[in-house]
């Protein structure tokens, strides 16, 4: 019995430690199937793309989350609403497993993260107050006071434009005022403390169609073809994870299934690549 129990021993370590290896060496999406749960990041204060409502998320990237989720039958979504200060930071340290908020697609995150294919148009239009005949186009902001959210992307976008459009013509804008959000800014600019406000076009057109009285847009977009993807984290352990989520973003654009939720939550459909992350160009 004594020779017996060693053999046995050596046998059953044998059989497991493939595998605890194979185990190890899982990647990030194998361990979310096998765990049955993942922990998604979100910053539920973007309308219309994520935010609250009856302290639930709802918005344009639930309803696309949600359909992606179905294509990974058993595991669970725990989904976190946490401030944008937070998201990418909480992402490089593992709090998360993904991001499934509104990201800019910028060279500086995409030397650490991985994009998805884009969800959505970011590029980014001015807002005036309505009736404002002083603004017809972007290059009339010149000379005049441009509110914007601090640490925004499309505040490097109005100021590439004024670099690259406004200077060369000999003109600039007067002043641009950042404030800690989006809403602050467009109060500033009901109340004309500010000219005008640059923001991307998706956003704009849920307040425009709950205020029309008091905004208006102004067509075209200006600056280059920006757009907000989702992120996971750069390396070899999240790929699949990423490419799953960018896949499935792809089948619902195919499908016509993204078209009807940008018609459900901003009135237009916009058209996005389906075969590429775009490069950033900023």
């Known amino acids: 019995m004594k020779a017996i129990r ?3 021993s050596r046998l059953l370590v044998g059989l497991l430690l493939p595998l605890a290896a194979t185990a190890a060496h899982a990647d990030l999406l194998a361990r979310i199937k096998q765990k049955g749960e993942i922990v998604v990041a979100t910053e539920a204060r973007y309308a219309p793309f994520e935010m609250l409502q009856d302290g639930k998320i709802v918005g344009y990237g639930k309803d696309i989350l949600d359909e992606i989720m179905k294509e990974l039958p058993g595991v669970k979504l725990k989904q976190m609403d946490v401030p944008f200060q937070g998201i990418l930071p909480g992402l490089s340290t593992g709090k998360f497993d993904f991001v499934a908020t509104s990201l800019t697609i910028t060279k500086a995150r995409a030397k650490n993260y991985a994009f998805t294919l884009p969800i959505s148009t970011a590029s980014v239009t001015v807002l005036k107050r309505k009736g404002d005949a002083r603004i017809n186009s ?3 902001m010149a000379g005049m006071v441009v509110g914007s959210q601090s640490g925004a992307p499309q505040v490097a976008v109005l ?3 004024e670099k690259t459009v406004l200077a060369p013509k000999g003109k600039g ?3 641009v005022k950042e404030f800690m959000d989006y809403n602050e800014a467009y109060a500033a600019l009901a109340s004309r403390r500010v000219d005008a406000v640059v923001q991307s076009l998706p956003n704009l057109a849920p307040l ?3 205020r029309p009285d008091v905004f208006e847009i102004v067509q075209p977009a200006f600056g280059p073809a ?3 993807a989702w992120a996971g984290r ?3 352990d999240s790929a699949s994870l990423v490419q ?3 896949d499935g973003i792809a089948r619902l654009n195919k499908s016509g299934k993204l078209a009807e939720l940008q018609k459900k939550w901003f009135g237009f459909t916009m058209e996005l690549p389906v075969d590429a992350v775009p490069a950033p160009v900023n």
């Open 159 to 161: 100021r590439d434009y």
């Open 234 to 236: 750069n390396d070899a």
């Open 226 to 228: 920006t757009y907000y």
């Open 138 to 140: 972007a290059e009339d």
């Open 6 to 8: 060693p053999l046995f």
């Open 208 to 210: 425009v169609k709950e």
């Open 173 to 175: 804008v007067k002043e």
């Open 244 to 246: 799953f989520f960018s």
